[in-house]
């Protein structure tokens, strides 16, 4: 399998499984467009080599993704994979999650994706492509005190699904990740706020078999390491017959061709 020449967009490119992202996916031969929160982020990510486009994108703004989708076709020609990575985590069970905070979980992380999906899929038709959309274990078995974010990631999941009938018979793969606690600068925000940080990140750490957490660049999709629902080998041939899949570390949960 080669992704040489291939153009992936990358959403929240500018650190934890983003960056990782960015950095593989060049390695992979890949022709990157990274895109990152805000105007000075992009000096950093336009360093990696194998960044073709770096962009500021704002996901939950549709014209923001057509201006960054043009720019990108017009730049390079083609979007063949989509890794809708960029999302947010908040805190709260039912009583300390207002209406703002909810509204705020599905607007970036489920409709911030959504409207990823709208923009790039249309481009994708011509010729096939891959959109992978980053969701989370908790989006398949809820947690505690994480009730609109596992909302918002439950609802990536059934779009996935849902998108992965759609385009089965188009040549567009979609599938979905959904990993467990990841050490990137987002999972690691919250222990600046309790009261015994270590404590907290050890309980974090005893939830997983390894007794660790995962680390950003284990989730890259190109790395046949990581589950065959990953971005990169939803594009390549080894995976052609997957959609639909939600994978997370220790099973896929596919509805459509495995």
């Not at 950093?44 to 990108?72: F, H, N, P, Y």
């Not at 207002?98 to 992380?109: G, K, P």
């Not at 409709?111 to 908790?138: D, E, K």
Request: a neutral charge; aromatic letters at 4%.
């Amino acid at each position: 399998m080669t992704l040489s020449g291939k153009t992936a967009l990358i959403t929240g490119s500018a650190s934890g499984i983003g960056n990782a992202a960015v950095h593989l996916f060049a390695a992979e031969g890949c022709r990157v467009v990274a895109t990152v929160e805000t105007k000075d982020q992009i000096d950093s990510v336009a360093r990696v080599a194998g960044t073709a486009v770096a962009a500021k994108l704002d996901i939950r703004i549709e014209e923001d993704w057509t201006r960054v989708t043009k720019q990108a076709v017009a730049e390079l020609g083609d979007i063949d994979i989509l890794f809708n990575n960029a999302g947010l985590t908040t805190w709260g069970d039912l009583e300390a999650t207002d209406r703002a905070l909810q509204d705020a979980m599905i607007t970036v992380n489920l409709t911030g994706q959504f409207l990823g999906c709208r923009a790039v899929v249309p481009i994708m038709l011509a010729g096939g492509g891959a959109t992978v959309n980053m969701a989370s274990i908790n989006g398949i078995r809820g947690n505690t005190g994480l009730i609109a974010y596992s909302a918002a990631k439950g609802g990536i999941v059934a779009m996935t699904r849902s998108m992965a009938l759609d385009y089965a018979t188009r040549c567009i793969r979609v599938n979905c990740i959904c990993p467990e606690t990841i050490d990137t600068p987002m999972a690691r925000a919250p222990l600046e706020q309790a009261s015994d940080p270590d404590s907290v990140l050890a309980a974090l750490r005893a939830k997983h078999p390894m007794g660790r957490l995962g680390l950003a660049e284990e989730l890259h999709p190109s790395r046949c390491s990581w589950p065959a629902t990953r971005p990169v080998t939803s594009l390549g041939r080894p995976s052609r017959w997957m959609a639909g899949a939600a994978s997370d570390n220790q099973s896929d949960h596919a509805v459509s061709g495995q």
